[in-house]
């Protein structure tokens, strides 16, 4: 069996006598889609930010492309990929400037970041758009280019943490296509969405409610489980009984 790219065993974060993750557990492995999905409260914003070296636990243990969370988080910024619904782009620099920009800050070379981002314009179909400003973009090929420039130092995985937010349902689409060759390149993809529509998509599905995974298995299993016929179903199942409003 491949060795997982993220391992959590009772991970734990405690504020004072709350627990907003309370003993979680789960692994994912190399090139998996794996969808982390809680209502408002249930904790899953907390424990993205553990596991993106963020945030330190305060029980349990976890290893992040091979980096202990409590000792490493140095290491795993620098071997994992990130984006948020805000796109973590900045609009006042050009297409390629942005690109360049975070190259560098990925500690690739001058040549690879040369070929890296001819690749990625001509993947993205944006030849016509590279010196463009990232502000005059449409919000889908804006999301495209953020997904794309989180892996451009091809790390073993990356945290979307809702990526698809405002969107219309082809461009959500379009973007799930980068998401299944990121993952057919040996990427794991860790993502956290609203769409249960994009719950399908993902090869194992964890369903966090307050503070605890109640719920960790591929969407066919889980709707077999709960004997419903899609995943919002499900979701409503688990967290009709969550206590937390609030994340």
């Keep these: 069996m491949k060795t997982p790219v993220i391992k959590a065993n009772k991970l734990t974060k405690r504020f004072g006598d709350f627990f907003a993750v309370n003993e979680i557990s789960f692994e994912v492995y190399p090139g998996e889609i794996f969808g982390f999905l809680g209502a408002n409260g249930a904790g899953k914003t907390t424990a993205m930010r553990m596991l993106c070296g963020l945030s330190i636990p305060t029980g349990g243990e976890a290893q992040v492309a091979g980096y202990n969370v409590f ?67 449409p919000l889908g090929w804006k999301q495209k280019l953020a997904f794309s420039v989180s892996i451009l130092h091809d790390p073993k995985i990356v945290f979307l943490d809702e990526p698809t937010g405002g969107v219309d349902p082809i461009t959500r689409r379009q973007f799930w296509d980068l998401i299944y060759d990121a993952a057919d390149n040996g990427i794991s993809v860790f993502v956290t969405t609203h769409y249960m529509d994009e719950a399908e998509y993902c090869n194992r599905i964890s369903m966090m409610v307050d503070g605890k995974i109640m719920a960790l298995d591929s969407p066919a299993n889980l709707k077999k489980q709960f004997s419903v016929a899609s995943m919002d179903e499900v979701f409503f199942e688990l967290a009709r009984g969550a206590k937390r409003k609030a994340d």
């Design 71 to 137: 000792t490493d988080t140095e290491k795993i910024k620098k071997n994992i990929g990130y984006m948020s619904q805000k796109f973590s782009l900045y609009e006042d620099l050009t297409v390629l400037e942005n690109i360049n920009f975070f190259g560098g800050i990925y500690g690739l070379t001058d040549k690879q970041i040369k070929e890296k981002s001819e690749k990625l314009i001509a993947q993205l179909g944006m030849g016509s758009e590279a010196k463009k400003l990232v502000g005059s973009l």
